[in-house]
């Protein structure tokens, strides 16, 4: 942790080389959540590439008080992404229904790249689909039960769950690599 | 502030790390995560398993992507350079140039304009100088006048014709004479003109003298002669230009005996 503040301060400091390692360390999370609400790898690209020029030029914007650096990040990711799509989305409908309708079957993306790893494989489908949906996916919790069929106060609590069970099973993951790491020794 | 379970049960730190809350939530948010440092703890929990699903699900993105972002700031950079030497330095040049192109444009304006007062200045001057010579030479002259007009209507005062002789038919001189004065003055309006080389000169008779009273200038209208004691007749001569010491006698044109 100390490391990351050392990383922000030298970020903030204009120090190039801090740009850098951040880079290595959150690009591909960010890239994760940016290509899976555009599925668009071109426009992904530049979306990435628009949220660290966000980053270098608005570190100052950034508190840590207010929370982690990852999550700062997350939210200017999901934010360009976000008004991408809605301004590709405007664009397409003014012009033509049909193109947009073509445009979303052919996405130049292999959707299976894009299937979701790791813990939330765990959690039952409707706590999976509801992290999917507002983590993921960018929507509002307001788009994303209404998406799912269930009331807000429902959804918000399947968000809840999700989370205490992902918390837990992190914990576990953590245990048992702590116990390996034991063991082998 | 928002009540501590109020956030807690609307499920508004989750909102606040998805980003999805309005500012002045955010606000209120952040406001209550100072005032409860159990709160935070739970914001610290709900990031970091957002943050763990986040990179337990991470694309890698293309390698050679880092390099054109760093490539990119430079760019940014340079134009950065360039925009703030833009604003730094051409922008104040520009205005400084303008408003000296102002005062020159006022400069000269001003110079033209003081140039031509000068030159009006200097013009009146000049009338104002001639204008006073006039009233000089006019006052002068009236005061002349004055006494001239004096003296002809001074009851002293003796007016005697002089016609013209055979030599000079048409020639006909008014001469005042006043003894207690002792003032000679003559009219020679009806004298005739006279070549370059002559001048007439008038003459006093004393005792078979003749004694010279000075040349008779016909451009003027009226003129003082040297008055002679004791004259016995006033005489005009025609005499080479400048006049002589003698009359030339051959030359009388008119005179007059007086008393």
């Known amino acids: 942790m100390d490391n990351e503040k050392d990383l922000i301060s030298k970020l903030k400091s204009k120090d190039e080389s801090a740009l850098g390692l951040l880079y290595d360390k959150y690009s591909a999370a960010l890239y994760g959540i940016i290509i899976r609400i555009c599925k668009d790898e071109g426009l992904a690209e530049n979306l990435l590439q628009d949220t660290f020029m966000t980053i270098w030029k608005k570190s100052d914007a950034y508190d840590d008080r207010k929370g982690r650096f990852y999550t700062w990040a997350y939210r200017i990711a999901k934010n360009k992404a976000l008004n991408a799509i809605r301004k590709d989305k405007k664009l397409i409908q003014t012009e ?4 947009y309708k073509s445009k979303t079957e052919e ?32 929507l509002t919790h307001r788009e994303a039960n209404e998406e799912m069929g269930v009331p807000l106060g429902t959804f918000k609590s399947y968000i809840k769950q999700a989370l205490k069970q992902l918390q837990e099973l992190y914990i576990k993951v953590v245990t048992f690599i702590m116990i390996l790491i034991e063991v082998i020794r | 502030m928002m009540e501590k379970t109020h956030i807690i ?5 989750e909102l606040y790390v998805l980003g999805e809350l309005n500012e002045s939530d955010t606000q209120q948010v952040e406001a209550a995560l100072i005032a409860y440092p159990e709160l935070k703890t739970m914001l ?10 986040g990179f337990e699900n991470a694309v890698e993105p293309r390698p050679s992507l880092k390099n054109e972002l760093l490539n990119n700031l430079n760019n940014s950079k340079i134009k950065q350079l360039k925009h703030t030497s833009n604003k730094s330095n051409i922008k104040p040049l520009g205005i400084a140039a303008s408003i000296a192109a102002l005062l020159l444009v006022g400069s000269v304006y001003l110079f033209l304009q003081w140039n031509t007062s000068k030159e009006q200045l200097k013009l009146v001057e000049d009338q104002n100088r001639e204008l006073n010579i006039k009233i000089d030479q006019l006052s002068k002259d009236f005061e002349e006048s004055k006494a001239l007009l004096s003296n002809i209507n001074n ?14 038919p048409n020639a006909k001189v008014i001469s005042y004479v006043n003894d207690e004065d002792k003032t000679v003055f ?18 006093a008779d004393v005792n078979g003298e003749m004694i010279n009273m000075g040349i008779i200038k016909t451009e003027e209208p009226l003129l003082a002669m040297n008055y002679i004691e004791n004259s016995e007749s006033l005489n005009i001569t025609i005499e080479p230009a400048g006049g002589s010491d003698h009359p030339t006698v051959s030359n009388l044109i008119t005179n007059i005996y007086i008393r």
């Open chain 2, 186 to 203: 003559i009219n020679t309006t009806l004298l005739p003109e006279l070549d370059e080389k002559q001048d007439y000169q008038m003459w």
């Open chain 2, 44 to 53: 610290d929990v709900i990031e970091a398993n957002f943050e763990k699903l």
């Open chain 2, 155 to 168: 009851p002293n005062t003796k007016k005697y014709v002089l016609l013209g002789n055979d030599l000079m």
């Open chain 2, 9 to 13: 049960e609307q499920g508004y730190l």
């Open chain 1, 107 to 138: 996405q130049n993306i292999d959707i299976d790249h894009l299937k979701l790893k790791g813990a939330i494989k765990r959690l039952e489908t409707h706590h999976q689909k509801a992290i999917e949906l507002v983590y993921f996916n960018g």
């Open chain 1, 96 to 99: 033509d229904l049909s193109v």
